[in-house]
């Protein structure tokens, strides 16, 4: 019995064993996260700390919606795998000299929503691999010059909606970050901008360079910059046309949408050398293209990069898809051009002996001549078409012999055996006061000629009614007369 007793509660222990071994986490899961193949996920937890083991496994770690306020030293260390790392809704205000000790392999950092007040030159250092920084509300009023240097990877940053006044435009302004693209300064306390520094920025910065909702004060330089990159076709000018705001000689309650206002710089000196691409090159579609970077470096020591007007970033041998080709010597060759090649290309000479760089821009149009031709000899042979065709309805109607509505015919029947056409006159009445025969002209014109003119201005039925009080009966068969007329080119 006893023995049995023991067998059952051991059997018993097994199964719950087993049933809590199907529903909880996978060996090594801390308890207060959520484990999901490579996916560790600890949100909302109130976690104070970081959970004490983490499993080595993870490749993304997600501690959002917590309530860390620090990060302690190599919290990380024991995740090689870990790219990406959210810590996004927490209260972090810094974060500590080694907090990312051996988590180069990061990719993707979330510090957004936390309480950072400057980022420290030592904050990232080891992140070398990341590529994508979100920083955006928080309350960081200085970012340390040094604070990117080093992390050659990135492709966007984003301070956005924090108490930036200035931001040291000059440590990207080498080209030490060849592949950022998006640099988010928008909703930051930005008086003014370091103009020139700004200008001089890699042209792959400043096409992602979001500037806007910023208290800057409205002057010449600072509209001209914001032009030329609208021009330019850039997205941050393009996308955020309406946030572009400045202040009128600095004061605060004098805000001006400056892209939609542009009076506020209307006596703006416009140098015509500065903001124009100094080159413009016209194609045809499906021409080859080759144009060079004509800058004044000598050729040897120099290597060239171009970045396309759909800021695709191309280096020699060329695209991925080998519509463009690059050259050493910095000449770029589109094969064949596409209306979509369009647009202004920026070159960037770097001169490694000089330690110099330049850059230039070269406008290429790309026009469809053979679409020209066609749509001025398609508009001549409708034009022409319709032309014979109101010849010939006009023929019809008054030339051939009247089968339908003949002058003479004291009542037109319903039963008329005629055609389509005839079937729209006969739903009108045929009766008025008017003798028979006028009335049947005046149908002839209604159907035919009234509605073509009151078609195109979309008034059929109010014209017909007005002018023929008797035959508004036609509104009921509007739809049938508009398709009979379409099958007519008259009607575009
Ligand atoms: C970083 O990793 C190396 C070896 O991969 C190890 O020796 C070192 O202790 C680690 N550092 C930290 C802070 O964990
Ligand atoms: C490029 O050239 C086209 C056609 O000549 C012109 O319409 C366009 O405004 C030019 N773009 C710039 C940025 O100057
Ligand atoms: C531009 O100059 C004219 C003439 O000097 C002046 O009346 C006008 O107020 C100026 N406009 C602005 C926006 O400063
Ligand atoms: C570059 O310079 C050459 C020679 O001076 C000239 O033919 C060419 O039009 C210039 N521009 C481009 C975009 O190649
Ligand atoms: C080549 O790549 C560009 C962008 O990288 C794309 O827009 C284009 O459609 C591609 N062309 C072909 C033929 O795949
Ligand atoms: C660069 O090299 C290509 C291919 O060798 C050549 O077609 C092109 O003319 C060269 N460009 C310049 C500016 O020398
Ligand atoms: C690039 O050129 C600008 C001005 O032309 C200069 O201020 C900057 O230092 C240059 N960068 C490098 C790496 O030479």
């Known amino acids: 019995m006893s023995s049995l007793a023991r067998l059952l509660v051991v059997g018993l222990l097994l199964m719950q064993k087993e ?259 100094e080159d413009s090159l016209k194609a045809f579609v499906g021409e080859p293209l080759l144009f060079s970077c004509n800058t004044s470096f000598n050729r040897a020591h120099t290597t060239y990069v171009w970045i396309t007007p759909h800021q695709e970033f191309i280096a020699p041998p060329g695209n991925a898809n080998k519509t463009l080709r690059m050259y050493n010597n910095g000449s770029l060759e589109i094969k064949e051009a596409q209306m979509e090649d369009s647009g202004v290309y920026v070159c960037i000479a770097l001169n490694h002996r000089l330690l110099l760089n330049e850059t230039r821009e070269v406008n290429v149009t790309v026009l469809t001549r053979r679409y020209e031709e066609e749509s001025f000899n398609t508009g001549l042979t409708t034009l022409f078409g319709c032309l014979v065709t109101l010849v010939l309805i006009l023929m019809y109607l008054f030339l051939t012999p009247c089968r339908c509505w003949c002058r003479k015919q004291p009542n037109p029947s319903p039963a008329n055996e005629c055609s389509a056409q005839s079937s729209i006159l006969t739903t009108t009445p045929p009766a008025t006061t008017e003798g028979p025969g006028r009335k049947a002209s005046t149908t002839k014109h209604v159907v035919f000629l009234e509605p073509i003119k009151e078609v195109q201005n979309g008034r059929l039925r109010v014209v017909l009614g007005r002018d023929h009080p008797k035959i508004q009966q036609l509104k009921s068969d509007t739809d049938s007369i508009t398709s009979v007329l379409s099958d007519a080119p008259i009607v575009p």
């Open 19 to 277: 049933v809590e071994g199907d529903f909880s986490n996978p060996h090594g899961c801390p308890s207060s996260c959520i484990c999901a193949s490579d996916i560790l996920s600890c949100v909302n937890n109130k976690l104070h700390q970081l959970p004490a083991v983490l499993p080595h496994w993870a490749t993304t770690l997600d501690l959002s919606h917590n309530v860390l306020a620090q990060l302690g030293n190599g919290g990380f260390s024991g995740l090689p795998r870990l790219q990406t790392l959210r810590l996004a809704h927490n209260q972090l205000q810094q974060i500590s000299e080694g907090a990312f000790w051996n988590a180069s392999s990061l990719r993707h950092l979330d510090l957004s929503f936390n309480k950072l007040e400057v980022v420290e030159q030592h904050y990232f250092q080891e992140l070398v691999n990341l590529e994508v920084l979100l920083l955006f509300k928080n309350s960081i009023s200085r970012v340390d010059s040094q604070a990117l240097a080093g992390l050659g990877n990135l492709h966007k940053v984003y301070f956005s909606l924090n108490l930036l006044t200035n931001f040291p435009f000059f440590s990207i302004q080498q080209p030490s970050h060849p592949l950022l693209n998006t640099l988010d300064i928008s909703s930051n306390r930005l008086r003014t901008l370091p103009i020139e520094k700004v200008k001089v920025l890699p042209a792959n910065v400043k096409n992602g360079l979001y500037l806007h909702n910023n208290p800057l004060t409205c002057e010449c330089s600072l509209y001209k910059m914001f032009l030329h990159w609208e021009k330019l076709g850039f997205g941050s000018v393009h996308d955020f046309r309406e946030e572009h705001t400045c202040l009128v000689y600095g004061e605060p309650r004098a805000q001006v949408r400056f892209f939609r206002h542009v009076r506020i710089f209307e006596n703006c000196t416009f140098g015509p050398q500065t903001e124009a691409p």
